[in-house]
């Protein structure tokens, strides 16, 4: 039976995931590896995805797709960024010398929560070390937000849009007999019944309210950092009414600078000219204490 990537990603876990602007992505079918080797069209996957590369001086790196932990299979098939690839990619920038700029080129509207915090933080040390700026064309939502918020600076370009600042989750009950006529029952250990929360049952919706909630906390708080906006004024900020408790919309590129989420608008062209043209002079003339701060924060990482 041919399953969707939305069929697989979902499962019950928490997702930063925008369907709405991901339509296209998740609908796709979740690649057969064994029938494509089996009928030999093993060229469909790529031997080596490409997670980022440089250009004088200047790293880009992609964040697209449907953002998994670390299916190697979506990254291979599809090209779509995995956490732990972008954890890796990181890394191995920040002890490149040779990188002095570092550019998010962000097409996506989010994905799995699992993986995304370490993903992110790796971001945020790499922030730290070098210049990390990022361009949203056109999708920036959900998790790639939170990953996107990391950079020191947001363009977007006209018609882009970034937010949908929120977690959800997909489960469901065995409510009545299934097509077989057998009523399926679930147990847990008597210690364990936030393991399978029962969606149908009062207990069962609180726990999968606690999950949420406590994951979106994390979510205001690393994008509240990041962009210097006060903890307590996000939530007003990413609302569309005066209860902060609808946010989670997303906006183009005049209201997301005015909500602080972005910094700029500017066209792909401009916006690479622009940095690619600071990125200019030989990475042998970064000052010393560039230097520093790039081995500090290699230290740090490694602590």
Known sequence: MTRTVE???AGGGLLALDRALSLDHIAREWPDVAADQAQGRGEKIAAKPERFHVERGVAVVPIQGVLTANSVILEKYYGWTTYRGLEETCETLL???SVQTVILSVNSGGGMVVGLKSAANALAR???AKPVHALVDTVGASAAYWLTSQAGEISMTAGAVVGSIGVGVS???YAQPSGSGVQWYEFTSTHARAKWPDPSTDEGRAEIQRDLDATET??????ASARGIDRDDLSA????????????????PAEAMDRGLADRMETRAEFFAR????AMPSPKSKSRASMARARAAQAAAKT
């Open 95 to 97: 002890a490149d010398d």
């Open 171 to 173: 489960v469901g009950a």
């Open 275 to 278: 940095l690619v043209g600071e």
């Open 7 to 9: 069929q697989v990603i």
């Open 126 to 128: 790499l922030a730290k």
């Open 237 to 252: 900020r990413l609302s569309v009414t005066d209860d902060p408790r609808d946010g989670g919309a997303v906006f183009g």
């Open 218 to 223: 994390e979510f205001h708080d690393a994008v």
